[in-house]
Structures are given as C-alpha cells and as structure tokens.
C-alpha cells in the first residue's frame, strides 16, 4: 500500500529565511508526488508535482520540491519565506500501476514569523 | 476558466439525516474525486469518477455514496447522518483523459456539521 508521511506537524521560520516542509513516501512502483496548499477556509492548491525527468522541479509563488529516490522523499523548499506563506501543506503521492487513488500526507502547518 | 464549484458551502445537519453534496468541475474534465477532510484523520478519499464510471473507493461505510452525470458534475449522498460525519467534504476535477498523472484541482468545498 502507498503511503505519505510528513513528520513535522508544525514548521516554523522567520520571514526572509528559507523554509523546507519535509515529506517522504512509500510505494510499489513509480511515485508521482504533489504539493497542495490550505489557506483557511479554503480549499486545497496545486503548488507543483513530479511525474518523471528533472528531479527538481519548480512550482508556483517560488516553491520547489526536490525528488530523491534513494531517500524516498520530496521536500518542498523557498528560498526566502514571506509571512503569506503561513498555511497547511500536504504531500500527496500515486502510483499509475494498478487503481490506487492520490494518497495525502497528514499535513504540515507551516508559520512565518515577520 | 472557471474553478471547481461546490454547492452547499455550509450545511447544518442533524444525526439521522441525509444529505446530498455537489460538485461541478472545471470545464472540459472528465474526473471527479471526493475526499472527507477532519483534524484528526486528515484527507481521506472517497471515491473517485471518470465518465460516469466509479474507479475507486475509499474505505468508508455504505452510508456513503456518489455518483456522475453525463455532464461531469458529481453528487455525493451520506445517509443517517452520524456525529462523526463533522467534516470538511472536498471535491477535486482533473483531465479529459482519465490520466492518473494529471492534476487534481480542488474546489472550496462543503462544510457539513451534524448536531
């Protein structure tokens, strides 16, 4: 079975620093994995995904994610945190063999601190 | 393009009751997927739908059940309600393809809190 931990619940950062949101996975096969923000009271927001080739990728409002195999993880990272960027973040991964559906992560509430 | 629409946005039930949620998805997207979203359990998934057709399920009870039309627009129904049905219910839209490697995109979703 597939499965996404993110072992921080809570990550803090003061603003203008970088920030990384850790997340590792677990599958049988290939992994495409996810970044989805929450804002309050909001619905979920695609930031970027890996599906295959370059193993950083770059998403949107400058987040980026690096794919390690070995390590089986996909960290989310910015180089300089703003203060809007305070919001829960969850990994999601899935797998393309067999019918298996886009498992989350528990989520990590991220706060950056002016 | 317009987003993914969930309509109700708030809904107060009572235990025993109904309800039925609905999602329009963005235009020209084929899949549907639901997920319940709590504090203590987090995302977990629902079912998923593609042309009408039920591809996955979650490991829910009965009482939970969904459907698609022909337009894509999905509904899903909860019977007797029970307290632990609080919940956020999301309602996510990808592709014209059925790719399992497209983007979910996810609507604001339904805020049910049964008393």
């Known amino acids: 079975a597939q499965s996404v931990a993110q072992p921080e619940d809570q990550v803090n950062v003061a603003e203008g620093n970088p920030l990384t949101v850790k997340c590792t996975y677990s599958v049988s096969g290939n992994p495409y994995l996810f970044w989805y923000v929450q804002y309050p009271n909001r619905g979920l927001q695609f930031l970027l995904k890996?599906?295959?080739?370059?193993?950083l990728v770059k998403g949107s409002y400058g987040f980026e994610a690096e794919f390690n195999k070995s390590q089986t993880s996909f960290h989310l990272k910015k180089p300089s945190a703003l203060v809007s960027d305070s919001a829960l973040y969850f990994c999601?991964?899935?797998?393309?063999?067999?019918?298996?559906?886009?498992?989350f992560g528990k989520g990590t509430r991220l706060s950056v601190i002016a | 393009k317009a987003g993914v629409t969930q309509t109700p946005r708030y809904l107060i039930k009572t235990r025993g009751q109904q309800v039925t949620l609905s999602c329009s998805p963005i235009s020209g997207h084929r899949s549907v997927s639901w997920y319940q979203q709590t504090p203590g359990q987090g995302l977990q998934f629902l079912f998923e739908y593609f042309s009408e057709t039920q591809r996955n399920k979650g490991n829910f009870p009965g009482r939970f059940s969904g459907r698609q039309f022909s337009n894509s627009r999905s509904e899903m129904n909860v019977s007797t309600l029970e307290l632990g049905d609080s919940a956020l219910y999301l309602c996510a839209s990808s592709g014209t393809s059925g790719d399992r490697t497209d983007t979910q995109y996810f609507g604001p979703g339904t805020r049910l809190t049964v008393l």
């Open positions: 999601a991964v899935r797998v393309l063999s067999g019918n298996t559906p886009l498992v």
């Open positions: 890996y599906i295959t080739g370059d193993n």
